[in-house]
């Protein structure tokens, strides 16, 4: 049960953050190449449709599982129960009802308006998660929390967009665009990223020193194991990131521009990847005991 | 360890030390020979957790009854779970059986022994 829970919790965590980060592009990084917020959404409509979709199907999914792992039974009054009378059970119910939100308002093409109400979906995951448990300081505990995950979102989400925005300029018509257009959206999309992960890594340390760090567990355990995994494909993912601004922005030229955006779009893919890993191998820590 | 090393490791260890409640004290606690008569048994837990989905079972090793009223009853700050007892104990062992779910839905167990020795 731990390894199919580690898995839709990973799941359900990815395409969250791949959906907010996709909003964020549209809205704040996709318009470095000219284009209107409402063009990026429209032409994004489908694809929002779908992930939307997906998303609510992984959280009814994750939402039930875990009920019945509360429950300890598949029964119906006992699962209604974990649903109307816990604190798990009313934020997932929260959650449910704001997906479904989301995809009214990109199914009635409102988004380029009202994308912001997936700024609340984080919450929704800090809520229900570890930083809600604990005693002491639990505002501090949430706001670090929802920084850490918006922050998240922003890389991996905007790393998605990134991918399709690049693919897209590959097989759109010389003159839809400027001739700068990927050398202007990838550097604003690296200025995001460097703020993001600068994020990640200190709320990510603000957390931990608040709740102290058992360095003896990382090789005694498979939790501890787990942690090395996540903390090897991060080294590596930064490590294939760098090649962006490092290698490919300082070799950008006006008249290589579709070699430059191939070039990218092939580094962006593998750090894609990896980051899926990172975020999988985070759901199973979040099922398992130090 | 240098200090980046330092830095990458506890910007990616939160979740070892968030990841689980557990149990902090117990009155009576493990091993403990109580000489007056109690009324309850209170656990103290690292973490805010949800009374339906949480239980503590008394037992007393002779006999094998349960001794707990089967009713939990949690503080105001959500964290101490305790649970009166039927009746008066007798002179002997009693062992405490536990299960808490914080309320992020994650689960923690334990069990431990203490006796009831009364000073005549």
Known sequence: MNTILGIVHGLDYLLCSWLLGMFIFHAGIASAAGETVSSCFNRSRKLSVVLTSTIFLVSLIWFILVAVEMAESWNSS???????????????????????VILTIALIKKLSQFWWITLILPLCFSLSGHASTVQTGTAINLILD??????????TGGLMTLLFW???????????????ASILVVTRFSHFAMASTALIGVTGLAMALRYGVDFASLVSTEYGKLVLTK?????????????NPFIHMKRWRPDREM????????????ELVMVSCIFIVAGFLTRLSP | MNFKFVFLMLTLCPAITLAHIDLVTASPGKDEVVVKPIQTIRLKL???????FSKIEVIEVASKNRMDSGEIVIDEKQDALSISLKGPLKA??????WKATSIDAHKAHGEYDFTFAPKE
């Open chain 1, 146 to 155: 929802y920084i850490h995950l918006v922050a998240v979102s922003i890389w």
């Open chain 1, 259 to 270: 070699e430059f955006a191939r070039n990218v779009a092939r580094t962006v893919l593998v």
């Open chain 2, 46 to 52: 690292s973490g805010k957790v949800e009374p339906k």
């Open chain 1, 78 to 100: 006992v699962l209604f129960s974990v649903a109307t009378s816990t604190h798990f059970g009313h934020i997932g119910l929260c959650k449910i009802g704001l997906i479904l």
């Open chain 2, 92 to 97: 002997g062992k009693y062992h405490v059986k």
């Open chain 1, 231 to 243: 903390f090897g494909l991060f080294i590596l993912t930064l490590s294939v990131a760098s090649i």
């Open chain 1, 166 to 180: 690049l693919k897209t300029r590959l097989h759109s018509t010389p003159n839809s665009l400027p001739a700068n």
